[in-house]
């Protein structure tokens, strides 16, 4: 998978969330992933297709980093993952690949993106819309770790 057509998608959720919920991550080293459970508590998952790339991106938090976002974001505390700590996640994986696509676009790079779809709960799964090699990088931060996935057709 091209770095080229990765970095766009870290830099793009380093900004939403260090913008949007005052939280400095700190990326990890990317891994291949081999299987489709979850890393954390609550995922936003977004295809895109384009004449150059068919994909998808995923966005997981653990609970208490989730949390922790919904709470600076939007000034409400819940307790657990409820139905609008699952519509932030969706909307946040919405701003991450528009932000993603704004920079893809400016080297030649074109897709439409999907509605993103959300799955939260203990080991939930993720199903990307292409078989191409699902990369991982992990994301620390003081309230927990978030992992984006990446999965793109060759």
């Not at 949007?20 to 977004?46: Q, R, W, Y």
Request: proline share 4%; net charge negative; charged share 25%.
């Amino acid at each position: 998978m091209n770095v080229q057509f990765i970095n766009p998608f870290l830099d793009a959720f380093l900004n939403v969330i260090s913008t949007m919920a005052t939280i400095n991550l700190t990326p990890g080293k990317p891994m291949l992933k081999h299987d489709e459970i979850a890393k954390g508590d609550v995922s936003g998952v977004i295809g895109m297709v384009g004449e150059q790339a068919k994909g998808s991106l995923s966005l997981t938090f653990e609970k208490r980093l989730a949390l922790r976002v919904m709470h600076n974001m939007l000034g409400e505390a819940p307790d657990d993952i409820d139905e609008e700590v699952t519509d932030m996640v969706g909307e946040l994986t919405n701003m991450v690949s528009g932000g993603a696509k704004r920079m893809l676009g400016e080297l030649g790079f074109e897709f439409d993106m999907a509605t993103p779809i959300v799955v939260a709960g203990k080991d939930h799964t993720i199903s990307h819309v292409s078989r191409g090699k699902k990369i991982i990088i992990p994301f620390n931060s003081m309230y927990g770790r978030a992992f984006v996935e990446i999965c793109f057709e060759e």
